[in-house]
């Protein structure tokens, strides 16, 4: 009568568990060779506007961040609310630019100089101006080969 | 001789160690593509420069945002979703260059498909520095995607095969990678964005 009555020992065998460590494993690795750890906290608010016309960055070895936004929250006491340029893991301002590509130009093989690829990250809320002074920084100082990140989308509405 | 075996290691345990680096590689892994539009800047202006190349108005596809978000295309305003249908019309041009309105043609040389005429046309951008950086991509965007569709219908007309799958092939074949070349010298990518003009420096 009783649903749960006991089972008999001579029912159903156990399934072995003893492959779950392998597939647990073989999960481990993927997400350990496909994770890329944040090399910088952000201390500007980005959210990146989105587009269709996509290219993907290749070789991140190749790719140096521009942060540009308003400060985030627990910053905004202290720099207020007006956009900032972020560079590494502190605030710059538009003259530290060229002193920035130079470093990040010092660190690359001299055979891939050309190659390198500045990436913008800019908050859609920013506005152009502070955007165009970097711009004409990264011209002065000959990064050529820049990228506005961007996210994917289908389709752009007004 | 018998050989006395090895106690066995407790390997139980090894679940639940391959579990919580597991659980802390998932919640550490950020999953974004980074992709963005790619755009070359035009090198630095020299002072002693001379002045540069007067180009006629029926040549250029003027775009300009002002700090309203507001867009103005050849004179007219105009809403982000039709700026694509207008600068592909654009671009295209008249086939016979007679057309006062559309871009003249000039004698170039192309590979593959040889001597013929290609349209001179060039599209300026002009932002103002109150511009939103949002409406500045998706105007970006929208000519890029005018390009990218112009070229795309033209490499199906020509070839029979789109952008994507030429820019595949030209990595194993030389004539899919001429192919490419010569689309590209058609409808070349001519995106300029007006020098910004400084008013009250800060």
């Known amino acids: 009568m009783s649903k749960f009555r006991k089972k008999k020992s001579g029912g159903q065998p156990a399934i072995s568990t003893a492959s779950l460590p392998d597939i647990v494993f073989m999960l481990l690795f993927f997400f350990m060779v496909t994770t890329v750890m944040r090399e910088v906290t952000l201390k500007v608010k980005v959210v990146t506007p989105k587009a269709t016309e996509i290219n993907k960055l290749e070789r991140k070895s190749l790719v140096s961040y521009i942060y540009i936004g308003e400060p985030i929250k627990a910053l905004q006491g202290q720099f207020g609310t007006a956009d900032r340029i972020q560079l590494n893991d502190a605030f710059a301002t538009k003259r530290d630019i060229i002193p920035y590509v130079e470093a990040e130009r010092e660190n690359t093989n001299p055979a891939e100089v050309p190659m390198m690829t500045f990436s913008l990250k800019v908050d859609k809320e920013s506005e152009m101006g502070i955007v165009t002074d970097v711009k004409q920084e990264l011209r002065q100082a000959n990064a050529l080969k820049i990228n506005y990140s961007t996210g994917k989308t289908d389709k752009i509405v007004d | ?202």
């Open chain 2, 1 to 202: 001789m018998a050989r006395r075996e090895a106690p066995e290691i407790n390997a139980g345990s090894m679940a639940d160690i391959a579990f919580l680096l597991l659980i802390f590689f998932l919640v550490t892994t950020t999953m974004d593509v980074d992709g963005g539009l790619t755009r070359k800047l035009p090198p630095p202006i020299e002072d002693e420069m001379e002045d540069p190349p007067e180009v006629k108005q029926r040549n250029v596809f003027q775009v300009l945002v002002n700090s309203n978000n507001d867009l103005l295309v050849e004179g007219d305003v105009m809403l982000v979703s039709n700026l694509r249908e207008a600068a592909k019309e654009f671009i295209i041009g008249d086939p016979t260059f007679q057309d006062e309105a559309m871009p003249e043609g000039k004698l170039t040389e192309v590979p593959i498909l040889g001597q013929m005429m290609v349209s001179k046309q060039i599209v300026s951008l002009q932002n103002d520095r109150g511009t939103s950086y949002e409406m500045y991509i998706k105007v970006q965007n929208e000519l890029v995607a005018a390009y990218n569709e112009v070229r795309d219908e033209y490499a199906q007309r020509q070839f029979g095969k789109t952008m994507k799958q030429l820019e595949k092939e030209a990595e194993v074949s030389k004539t899919a990678e001429l192919q490419e070349d010569a689309v590209k010298d058609v409808y070349p990518q001519r995106i300029s964005e007006a020098e910004p003009k400084n008013i009250g420096d800060q």
